[in-house]
């Protein structure tokens, strides 16, 4: 298994903080070859493009073999320019080219995703990895650690153990979170791989947090909207019992037995949903703040507040919570992470 450092880079790209762009580093293909045109006004032997400073001698084309863009960044690896002088064998140029062999960016392209590194900004992070155990370790603060409610498997899980529910219709098992998760918050991005193991537990909640039922928000991998008939993955909810979010995604299906990501974030300016990777909707401008909730107790994963409803049957895995907004680009590599 990879590590993080191996999955993200390290390179010269310039770190994103919360926005951040485009995650693309690959490089443009070069321009050309020598385009020399020997016998020039001054006497030269080759192209129009230069590759090294001052006015002695070039050799070759018009653009080097680096080309316009480099090997990763916005100018790259090898600079504008190429290989030869402005003239020929004694012309004006010398041997480099207009840009250097830095680039104006790095190694990851114009987004700086490649600066990007999946610790910086967690305040929380279950890995699930204990093999036994009522406990699930906080890496970041073993304060606030979780617990299992219940008897809790420990299947394998997306990146090493998982801790899996198998409740019936009413909650018997389920994870218990520390309280407070998002108090202070201005902005925060939660991110969590689940595996649901029921085609019909609809309504069933991946997670619950709130203070009360006026201060709550939840996720639902398998919800239906009984006055739009829509059907899907819901993000949702209220502050001051007010909804402040309601997004679905009907593709893709996460009830096919497999892994998925879902992951949010949330800032006074969205809040954006992702599933593996990919944005499937965002409420611009919402209503509520994460430290608006207040501090949220009960936070469960796996059941809602409620006995008779309906609780999950199926498996989680790492759950990081950030003290900011991931970029799409980030979500993206985050999502790669093993």
Same mark, same amino acid.
């Not at 926005?19 to 693309?24: L, P, W, Y």
């Not at 001052?54 to 070039?58: D, H, I, K, L």
């Not at 680039?103 to 114009?110: K, P, V």
């Not at 700086?112 to 600066?115: C, D, I, K, Q, V």
């Given at each position: 298994?990879?590590?993080?450092? $191996?999955?993200f880079?390290?390179?010269g /790209?310039k770190p994103?903080?919360a ?6 580093g690959?490089?443009?293909?070069g $321009?050309a070859?020598a385009?020399?045109d020997?016998g ?9 493009s230069?590759a090294s400073g ?5 050799s ?5 073999s680096g ?8 100018t790259?690896?090898?600079?504008r ?9 004694g012309g004006?140029?010398g ?5 250097g062999?830095s ?8 987004g700086?995703? /490649?600066?990007f ?13 204990e *093999?036994?155990?009522?406990v699930a ?5 073993s ?12 299947? /394998?899980?997306?990146?090493g ?5 198998r409740?019936?219709v ?7 979170? *520390? ?18 193991l029921?085609?019909?537990r609809? $309504?069933?909640p ?8 006026? $201060? ?14 829509? @059907? ?5 909810g ?6 402040f979010?309601?997004?679905w995604?009907?593709t ?5 037995? @497999?892994?998925?990501?879902?992951v949010f974030?949330?800032s006074? /300016? ?19 703040? *994460? ?6 107790? *009960?936070?469960?994963?796996g059941r ?6 309906l609780a999950?049957f199926?498996?989680m895995d ?21």
């Open positions: 298994m990879p590590s993080e450092s $191996e999955v880079g390290s390179a /790209a994103n903080g926005s951040g762009a485009n995650a693309n690959g490089a443009q293909p $321009e070859g385009h020399g020997g020039s006004d001054d006497g030269g032997s080759a192209g129009a230069a001052g006015m002695v001698n070039g070759a084309g018009k653009t080097g080309g316009t863009t480099g090997s990763s960044g916005t790259g690896s090898s600079g320019a190429g290989s030869s002088g402005t003239t020929g064998s004006r140029a041997s480099s080219g207009a840009t062999s680039g104006a960016t790095g190694s990851s392209g114009a700086g995703s /490649a600066g590194d999946p610790t910086t900004g967690l305040v929380a992070h279950f890995t699930f990895d *093999p036994s155990g009522a370790a906080n890496a970041k603060d304060t606030k650690n979780a617990k299992c409610v219940g008897t809790c498997t420990r299947p /394998a899980g997306q990146i153990l998982a801790f899996g529910v409740n019936s009413s909650p018997s098992d389920w994870i218990e979170l *520390p309280a407070g998760i998002f108090s202070g918050r201005s902005a925060i991005t939660l991110s969590v791989w689940m595996r649901d029921s085609t019909t609809n $309504e069933a991946l997670l619950h947090f709130s203070a009360g039922t006026k $201060e709550a928000i939840w996720l639902t991998p398998d919800d239906r909207n009984t006055q739009t008939s829509a @059907a899907g993955a819901h993000l949702a209220v502050h001051g019992g007010n909804s979010v309601d997004l995604s009907a893709p299906v996460l009830t096919d037995k @497999a892994w998925h990501q879902l974030s949330w006074a /300016a969205s809040i954006d949903f992702y599933i593996d990777g990919k944005s499937v909707g965002s409420t611009a401008n919402p209503s509520a703040l *994460p430290s608006q909730l207040g501090s949220t107790s *009960p936070n469960y994963l809602a507040p409620d006995d008779t409803s999950l199926g498996e790492d759950l990081r919570v950030y003290d900011r907004v991931l970029s799409a680009a980030q979500v993206a590599l985050l999502n790669k992470v093993r």
